[in-house]
Antibody, heavy 117, light 107 residues
Framework: EVQLVESGGGLVQPGGSLRLSCSASGFIFSSYAFHWVRQAPGKGLEYVSAISPNGDNTYYADSVKGRFTISRDNSKNTLDLQMSSLRAEDTAVYHC??????????WGQGTLVTVSS | DIQMTQSPSTLSASVGDRVTITCRGSQSISSWLAWYQQKPGKAPKLLIYKASSLESGVPSRFSGSGSGTEFTLTISSLQPDDFATYYCQQYNSYPVTFGQGTKLEIK
């Protein structure tokens, strides 16, 4: 069974940093591209970042470029998102998402990040 | 960025109804369109990929169609479990973009 479990969310002050992690199991992690998608409270889905299966290629939404860094460790089946210079508008549930040939077919339950003083 | 526009934003329907949700792209995305269902407090669930391919385990009452810039998700006979929010997503090019969502409510 495919399982993605996020961790690392919490309350952080504006300007602060946080590192999210996603632990994967039940499939060949190194074969999948991975993404972070966030959802602010009561709002829709917003794309954040992507990383290729081997980690060589990354992508960031303009809203997080220069502040967030995505990385992966294929030997540990983990995906990370290092977030810095956090703003109130970064408050959201962050989902780790695996992409196969069938679009975004594997989603974690998400971890809540709250940016507030 | 490719904008995805869903309509309607809210849809009220009854069990047994046939419903259709439309998603339009600001430019052609070929068939790189997916549909997701999301229930409160849960992660989105993939229903349809590549515009019309049904994800494994998804009931056959769900179907997708379209190509280019216009797409539809149809539920042939609504069941109580189908009341949720539905999102379309284009994955033709970065940034991947989602529609704003369609909330399907019980009439």
């Amino acid at each position: 069974e495919v399982q993605l479990v996020e961790s690392g969310g919490g309350l952080v002050q504006p300007g602060g940093s946080l590192r999210l992690s996603c632990s994967a199991s039940g499939f060949i992690f190194s074969s999948y591209a991975f993404h972070w998608v966030r959802q602010a409270p009561g709002k829709g889905l917003e794309y954040v970042s992507a990383i290729s299966p081997n980690g060589d290629n990354t992508y960031y939404a303009d809203s997080v470029k220069g502040r967030f860094t995505i990385s992966r460790d294929n030997s540990k089946n983990t995906l990370d998102l290092q977030m810095s210079s956090l703003r109130a508008e970064d408050t959201a549930v962050y989902h780790c998402v695996g992409e196969s040939t069938r679009a975004f077919d594997s989603w974690g339950q998400g971890t809540l990040v709250t940016v507030s003083s | 960025d490719i904008q995805m526009t869903q309509s309607p934003s809210t849809l009220s329907a009854s069990v047994g109804d046939r419903v259709t949700i439309t998603c339009r792209g600001s430019q052609s995305i070929s068939s790189w369109l997916a549909w997701y269902q999301q229930k409160p407090g849960k992660a989105p669930k993939l229903l349809i990929y590549k515009a019309s391919s049904l994800e494994s385990g998804v009931p056959s009452r769900f179907s997708g169609s379209g190509s280019g810039t216009e797409f539809t998700l149809t539920i042939s006979s609504l069941q109580p479990d189908d009341f949720a929010t539905y999102y379309c997503q284009q994955y033709n090019s970065y940034p991947v973009t989602f529609g704003q969502g369609t909330k399907l409510e019980i009439k």
